[in-house]
């Protein structure tokens, strides 16, 4: 419904001549638009590639857990586009730069690790509190070869973790102590910044995953044409979920032990055994022997020879009475 002018208005509006009531104009700031600005990656696609990296964390977290025996958090602060110019410029010197590129694409990236994060990681691995300081901060090449590990690592991760989007192979080209000998495209391209704000204890730590994006088109694509909910490792299409962790279980391996019998002994007679002696068990050599899986009861077998080796032969499996 239209609104009803006042009286005030109607006679505002004849003395104008019928041009229109005037307006308030609020003055806005001008924003500044750089038609040069490095936006390649869509919003939404950033929000897959960080979904993407979020998935290589956890992973990366879980062996840091592993590997330190420590707590450790891994956060996404910042996924962004900006100049190679302007990356290079965020850089210290030295530093610790891995360079790589993607098999069978054009794809270069850096993976830029702290030096503090570096020769943390190289404290801890080798057995230190993580707290030793160093007068250089130059990486060396035996700390090179303890992080080397740490490296592989963090590509398999991330191949696995790309895996929801396509195959793509991780290759680690080379070390650079210098940012200006590890170019991967020119100044004025724009490259992805991922930055990881490492929590190890309380104590935090920056990794960054740079990537060409010159190179992005065909990626891109793969994004845009794909729901990150929806897809699943390339490896892995066609095959249900319960096919697929059903076949993890069958490469599970587990301890298993043969319980050969038991007997009591005085801690006179424990300390005066000799090599040779012999002590009496309760059962005897024909008698079915305990086999266990994790210590815990399971079935019942038959010790023997195959092809000159010692083996159990399963005779029954034990009820859930029995294993008690």
Not at 95 to 122: P, Q, R
Not at 125 to 143: R, W, Y
Not at 171 to 185: L, S, V
Request: charged fraction near 20%; glycine fraction near 4%; aromatic fraction near 8%.
């Amino acid at each position: 419904m239209a609104e009803v002018l006042s009286q005030q208005e109607i006679d505002l509006l004849l003395k104008s001549g019928g041009d229109a009531l005037p307006v308030e104009v609020q003055d806005h700031e001008a924003v500044l638009f750089d038609f040069r600005l490095p936006n390649r990656i869509s919003k939404n696609q950033l929000r897959t590639i960080r979904n993407i990296h979020e998935n290589f964390a956890e992973s990366f977290s879980s062996f840091l857990v592993t590997k330190l025996q420590s707590i450790v958090n891994i956060n996404i602060p910042t996924v962004d586009q900006i100049y190679y110019s302007e990356y290079v410029l965020s850089v210290p010197n030295p530093a610790c730069l891995y360079t790589f590129e993607i098999k069978n694409t054009d794809i270069k990236g850096i993976l830029e690790l702290s030096i503090d994060f570096a020769l943390t990681l190289v404290d801890r691995l080798l057995g230190g509190n993580g707290f030793g300081t160093k007068q250089t901060k130059m990486i060396t090449p035996i700390e090179q070869k303890v992080l080397q590990v740490v490296i592989e690592r963090i590509f398999g991760d991330l191949r696995k973790a790309w895996q929801i989007i396509d195959d793509f192979e991780f290759i680690i080209d080379r070390f650079e102590p210098d940012i200006d000998f590890a170019q991967i495209t020119s100044q004025n391209e724009s490259v992805l910044l991922l930055s990881f704000e490492i929590l190890i204890g309380e104590q935090s730590y920056l990794m960054n995953l740079s990537f060409a994006t010159f190179a992005f088109d065909t990626i891109l694509a793969k994004l845009s044409s794909q729901k990150l909910s929806t897809i699943r490792p390339v490896r892995y299409q066609g095959v249900t979920a319960q096919d697929i962790i059903t076949s993890h279980l069958y490469k599970t391996v587990l301890p298993i032990s043969v319980e050969f019998g038991k007997t009591v002994i005085s801690v006179n007679e424990l300390m005066n055994l000799e090599v040779g002696d012999v002590i009496m068990l309760e059962t005897k050599v024909g008698d079915e022997h305990t086999v266990k899986i994790q210590n815990r009861p399971m079935f019942m077998g038959r010790s023997g020879n195959v092809n000159n080796h010692k083996a159990i032969k399963i005779t029954q499996r034990l009820t859930s009475n029995e294993k008690k």
